[in-house]
């Protein structure tokens, strides 16, 4: 390498001149047995082609043997040609100027001295052609044997992670200790390493806990190293790893040259959540004036020294009292007393109690840790399972009754609820619930609903249904005498039949100024009904005014309402059902509100909303049309008729509901016999090539006029991978209306039309996502030549055919070999003619010519 370093300088000194320079690592180099061995070699400053080439061979002692050649495949000595051919000894190109070495599984024997040699291409012999370095393999005596960890610790615990390493001691190699934790089942985040030459290097995620003690470093003696983390928390759960390297000093910096990890074991981190456990002791029943005192008894596993703080509760949202971890008391009464019983028990105390303190008692206890850096930060929160307090009271009673009942339809009903045995009601407020179940439509009969209720406060809140009626002043709900409610329907309906209740609810005012309610009765329910008047009842019957007899022909049906019991003031409503076959889904047509606002349900065909139609001919009587009955509605047709009734200011409200007998289009469909088939011009296709499917549609029977019949056609294709539904590409109305489905891919389709009845699918640019099974359907829409109506016959479907996309290996190459073709060629031609000119400038002839001999022959005359 001094022979290199002076050769380098004496090249720079000439300056103009090229000095060959053949450069490999500087030795001697350390590397261990059965590692990856790599030696790279490098030349510059040279002629000749741009890619050089290279030899290595190995010295031991006094022989010298060939390893390796670059151009020359029996340069190998026999003693190596096994290992080559096994790709044990290798030789890998990094460049046109450097190459590199490589052995897989290095071995004790493979010490020696490397030298690589390039061969001249240079016109001058200048610089040097090979370089050498001494290479030694030592034995794989690394060993890493780390302790398994704690399996549990707890949440601000401490782990303690010991690895074990040890190795020959060999001058020149250093050793270094990693730990790490799995995040997830393939990324290792490093905590902490030692070494190579004693120092620490800390992870970036762990830099911080580092800087405040959480992670800390304890050496024991050369072999034994550990890691403590202390202050666990739960993102520390994980497998941890111990990894040990071998490093020696190259050129100045540190190589890495033998690497070992072991799994240390996993590692789970209990919250304090999980071994929390909060109690507080069964409740109570007292008498007013006594004292609630209720003990929270707290309970943790094997968990390090936190910090306390309770509140106690009632019904989950009122704060009693609280206590913080400092001892402070808040939020606290003067009959309201909180102490601490011992390091795991708080007790609270609530003097003289009344009717408010009724209630659900619990305690919500905090326990807080504190980081490595000493900031606190809460670990668990636990609330106790509530416990009940009951206070004794005087119960009263409530009665219902109906001194004004409605004999007919449109008569006031009234309902009045009495308090009674009310004496013992001291310094509370009453308030009232009116409920009803009944036939309300859309409302669960054994659900009750709320008409109205009067608060604490005495102010009146509607029911969701009811509002609109307790608006316009139908409906009344009021208090007459302090202890009686009245509830008045001035004008009852027949949905107002059912059964009534009301719901008496006693308030007092609690020691934290609210209104607590204390007591609440339900009273029986009390039906209302009409004077031997039966409910509505409605019958619907369906009639064939004309008959479909074939494509394109009229129908028409009547639908009659035979009703009884109705009131005055009933409006009808009409829904047209059609099934395609008994006890098949059913479909809606079209309708008719109670409004008679006409609203057309599913059509199917847009184009088809002028063709029905649907009109009140009487007050119970509706008439339903189709014009120009295609083939596709054959099938049963019913009436759905519904009863509503309106008062002033209020929505139609439903009373009774019937369903007609079915109607049946039936004619026999006598025309043509259509099918569909698909071709395709190839099976296979590379990519960007365009192919063609072509539909031809087929007529057996009687053929109807090239005028007189379009098609509506489609293109579908099953992919071999994703969804298994087929895939709209593309259809073609019979206007010839080109519709095509959006598409992600580079291919484009589009539809021509060879004739009347053959269609076809250009898929251009074809890609991998092309591949699949194609097929098409057609549907036939005929022109009856004597109403000159189109119908649509029904749809056929062709069978599929398969295209297959071949993978193009030449189409992709062809380019790029070009490509390098005519750069090679430019390059070649560029460096013959720089050849020539630097020939004729740099090498003229500078001989003397020989003087001619004539002037002495002429001498020699004279």
Wanted: hydrophobic fraction near 35%.
């Amino acid at each position: 390498m001094g022979k290199t370093r002076a050769l380098i300088l004496l090249c720079a000194a000439v300056g103009l001149c090229h000095c060959r320079v053949v450069t490999v690592p500087k030795g001697p180099l350390l590397r261990v047995e059965g590692e990856l061995l790599s030696l790279r070699c490098d030349v510059s400053d040279y002629e000749g082609p741009k890619e050089q080439e290279f030899e290595w061979t190995v010295t031991r002692g006094t022989e010298t043997v060939n390893v390796i050649s670059t151009f020359d495949p029996t340069f190998p000595d026999r003693s190596i040609k096994d290992r080559i051919r096994s790709g044990d000894i290798s030789v890998i190109r990094l460049g046109d100027n450097a190459v590199e070495l490589r052995i897989k599984d290095a071995r004790i024997t493979d010490s020696a001295t490397y030298r690589c040699s390039t061969p001249s291409t240079d016109s001058i012999i200048n610089g040097n052609y090979n370089a050498a370095v001494k290479l030694q393999v030592v034995p794989n005596s690394l060993i890493v044997a780390p302790e398994a960890p704690n399996s549990v610790v707890p949440e601000g615990g401490s782990i303690r992670l010991l690895c074990n390493v040890s190795r020959n001691l060999i001058e020149g190699i250093y050793v270094s200790v990693t730990w790490l934790v799995k995040e997830g089942q393939f990324v290792l985040k490093e905590l902490l390493t030692f070494g190579p030459d004693l120092g620490v290097t800390v992870g970036v995620n762990s830099m911080q806990r580092y800087k405040d003690g959480g992670i800390r470093l304890e050496m024991g003696n050369s072999v034994s190293h550990s890691l403590v983390l202390s202050g666990a928390l739960p993102e520390d759960e994980g497998m941890y790893v111990c990894k040990a390297g071998l490093w020696t000093r190259e050129q100045g910096a540190w190589k890495r040259i033998q690497e070992k990890s072991m799994e240390m074991g996993e590692v789970a981190v209990t919250p304090t959540a999980n071994s929390l456990s909060v109690e507080v002791q069964d409740g109570t029943t007292l008498s007013t004036e006594d004292s609630v005192l209720l003990t929270c008894s707290i309970t943790t596993d094997d968990v390090p020294t936190f910090d306390l703080e309770v509140t106690w509760l009632l019904n989950t949202t009122l704060v009693l009292a609280h206590m913080d971890r400092d001892g402070v008391l808040t939020n606290t009464s003067d009959v309201v007393d909180v102490r601490r019983l011992g390091k795991w028990d708080f007790q609270i105390k609530i003097h003289s109690t009344d009717m408010s303190d009724v209630g659900l008692y619990s305690c919500k206890v905090s326990a807080w840790l504190q980081h490595n850096h000493g900031e606190w930060y809460k670990a668990a929160e636990k609330i106790s399972a509530p416990v009940r307090v009951h206070v004794t009271k005087q119960n009263y009673t409530v009665v219902l009754n109906a001194p004004v009942t409605a004999k007919f339809s449109g008569d006031p009903t009234e309902l009045e609820c009495k308090v009674v045995n009310k004496s013992n009601l001291h310094n509370v407020r009453l308030g009232v619930s009116w409920l009803y179940k009944g036939t309300l439509p859309g409302v669960d009969p054994a659900t009750a609903q709320t008409i109205a209720l009067l608060d604490e406060n005495g102010t009146l809140v509607p029911g969701k249904s009811y509002k609109r009626r307790i608006e316009v002043g139908h409906i009344t709900a009021s208090r007459t005498e302090p202890y009686t409610f009245k509830l008045r329907l001035l004008h009852t309906m027949d949905t107002d039949t059912g059964e009534y209740s009301c719901t008496v609810t006693a308030w007092i005012l609690s020691r934290h100024g609210n209104w607590k309610k204390v007591a609440e009765f339900l009273t029986p329910g009390l039906k209302v009904s009409f004077a031997n008047q039966p409910g509505p009842v409605l019958g619907v019957v369906a009639r064939r005014l004309r008959e479909a007899t074939a494509a394109g022909s009229t129908f028409e049906m009547s639908c009659q309402a035979n009703a009884q019991n109705l009131p005055q003031g009933v409006g009808f409503s009409i829904l047209i059902l059609f099934e395609k076959a008994v006890g098949s889904p059913s479909h809606k047509l079209a309708s008719l509100g109670p409004d008679m606002v006409l609203r057309l349900e599913d059509l199917g065909e847009p184009g088809r909303r002028n063709s029905l139609m649907l009109v009140k001919t009487g007050k119970k009587e509706f008439q339903f049309r189709i014009q120009g009955v295609q083939v596709t509605d054959r099938g049963f047709y019913s009436c759905e008729m519904r009863v509503w009734t309106k008062q002033l200011g209020e929505d139609w409200v439903e009373m009774a509901k019937g369903v007609s007998n079915k109607v049946q289009i039936a004619f026999e469909h006598k025309g043509p016999v259509f099918d569909v088939s698909i071709g395709s011009d190839t099976t296979s296709v590379s990519p960007w090539e365009t192919t063609k499917m072509e539909c031809d549609v087929s007529v057996t029977g009687t053929s109807p006029a090239t005028e007189d019949v379009a098609y509506e056609m489609k293109w579908f294709l099953s992919r071999l991978r994703g969804s298994n539904s087929p895939l709209l590409l593309a259809s073609m109305d019979r206007w010839g209306v080109v519709r095509k489905i959006p598409r992600n891919d580079s291919s484009d389709c589009s539809l021509e039309r060879l004739g009347p009845q053959a269609f076809t699918l250009n898929i251009h640019s074809t890609q991998d996502s092309d591949a699949g099974e194609y097929h098409c359907t057609a549907t036939p829409w005929i022109r009856s030549t004597a109403t000159g109506a189109w119908s649509k016959a029904p749809e056929v479907t062709s069978k599929r055919v398969f295209l297959n996309v071949k993978f193009a290996l030449w189409d992709s190459m062809k380019l790029p070999l070009l490509y390098g073709i005519c750069a090679s060629v430019t390059v070649g031609v560029i460096s013959l003619v720089l050849g020539l000119i630097c020939a004729h400038c740099c090498c003229k002839n500078t001989t003397p010519t020989p003087r001619s001999r004539n002037k002495l022959m002429e001498l020699e005359m004279d």
